[in-house]
């Protein structure tokens, strides 16, 4: 049990009937991580990791990647799975954007609507929207509290950035911890073993912060259970075994000069929208500008085929390969989210001091006695700042 109460903080603008007892402590690990439990046996944690064969990796614990279909379906009933990522703060600045992609009707052939998975940093994120984003269906994910170049961090370092910005996506944006199963690392710099045994102690589901240069086709997600079958782009990679943590890598895209790129902003971008919409239709067959991005939406939107959902959708499916002739009735692919808040239609605004300036943070979850930061999240129940159970090893 943990202690039940908070002070009240003031704000600038008072809350309504938004979020009921709206100063009771709330204990976040409710929810607690998981990840599924595995069907067969598993290598040891933390040994070299031996190479991955076939039969030895079975869904739905464990898949090779590459280019081989999970579960050996025939191509044409392969949903075409699209994975719309975005990463860092959600605020006021990206909010139409996010309007315009996610609230015009765009809907999935199975009637449900489009989503997207929202790789959250903690500074300068208004954690009203990112209820709202989670209470629309989409998925949220860690991004790290500091966004720091990570590639030296300790295990206990990794834990406060990556399992800490879980904590204050729970506590102030109302997601449930078990539904942030994913991270990215910011500037895609990863820490190697450190890092994926934080993932592996820590009960996330998967990373997605590995570029992998062959496109043609491109890999399909694998677990870290064996080693990983691609070059190392940007290392340090993981070495080591660490079963059931999956990797969702991102495939790099093609410029329309044949230079690669890891993000669609990194890209050698064309001038104009037409250009834009060309390149992304490239990588897809084979905002910066907004136009262009939003053509290319729907005109794959508009294909029968086409599912673009969020990375833990696209993981369940690895996990079970559904043929397209029964993917309407494939559970995970619905849009079922009464069990998620409300969204956040009334926030409140936590006054706070950081960094010798005063912070404006919104929620609709009870307000922090201190801005939120690596290791001192402000929140009560935490067993980040207070219970680190990761050895801080080499």
């Not at 399992?163 to 990215?184: F, H, N, P, W």
């Not at 669609?264 to 064309?270: K, Q, T, V």
């Not at 262009?292 to 079970?320: H, P, Y």
């Amino acid at each position: 049990m943990y202690a039940t109460f908070v002070r009240a903080r003031p704000t600038l603008k008072p809350s309504q009937n938004i979020v009921s007892k709206a100063q009771e402590f709330v204990d976040i690990y409710r929810h607690p991580p998981t990840r599924p439990e595995p069907l067969y046996p598993q290598p040891t944690p933390d040994k070299t990791a031996a190479k991955c064969r076939k039969d030895v990796c079975l869904l739905p614990d464990c898949y090779c990647g590459g280019k081989d279909v999970p579960g050996e379906l025939p191509v044409e009933q392969v949903p075409q799975i699209v994975l719309l990522t975005f990463d860092d703060s959600v605020n006021d600045l990206n909010k139409q954007l996010y309007q315009d992609l996610f609230e015009r009707g765009r809907v999935n052939p199975n009637g449900c609507p489009i989503t997207a998975t929202f790789y959250v940093s903690h500074e300068w994120t208004d954690y009203s929207q990112v209820q709202n984003l989670y209470s629309d269906g989409h998925e949220m994910a860690s991004h790290t509290v500091s966004h720091s170049f990570g590639e030296s961090f300790s295990p206990k370092k990794w834990a406060r950035e990556v399992a800490g910005q879980r904590e204050i996506l729970s506590a102030y944006g109302g997601v449930k911890l078990e539904d942030v199963r994913g991270m990215r690392a910011p500037f895609l710099s990863i820490g190697g073993n450190k890092m994926f045994k934080m993932l592996h102690d820590f009960n996330f589901t998967y990373d997605s912060s590995m570029p992998v240069y062959e496109n043609r086709p491109p890999s399909w997600p694998y677990t870290l259970d064996y080693k990983i079958f691609h070059d190392c782009m940007i290392p340090p990679c993981p070495t080591k075994s660490y079963p059931g943590v999956w990797e969702v890598p991102m495939v790099m895209w093609q410029d329309l000069n044949g230079g690669r790129c890891s993000m669609g902003d990194a890209c050698s971008n064309p001038p104009e929208a037409e250009g834009v919409y060309k390149m992304i239709m490239k990588n897809f067959e084979n905002p910066h500008h907004k136009e262009g991005f939003i053509q290319f939406l729907d005109a794959i939107n508009s294909m029968k085929d086409v599912f673009i959902i969020t990375n833990w959708q696209a993981l369940q499916w690895v996990r079970d390969p559904t043929p397209l002739s029964r993917i309407n009735s494939f559970t995970p692919f619905q849009c079922n989210y009464g069990d998620r808040p409300k969204r956040c239609n009334n926030p409140k605004v936590c006054n706070l001091w950081h960094k010798s300036g005063v912070r404006y943070m919104r929620t609709c979850q009870p307000c922090p006695d201190i801005y939120p930061w690596t290791g001192k999240t402000g929140i009560r129940s935490s067993r980040i700042d207070n219970d680190i159970e990761v050895a801080d090893t080499n």
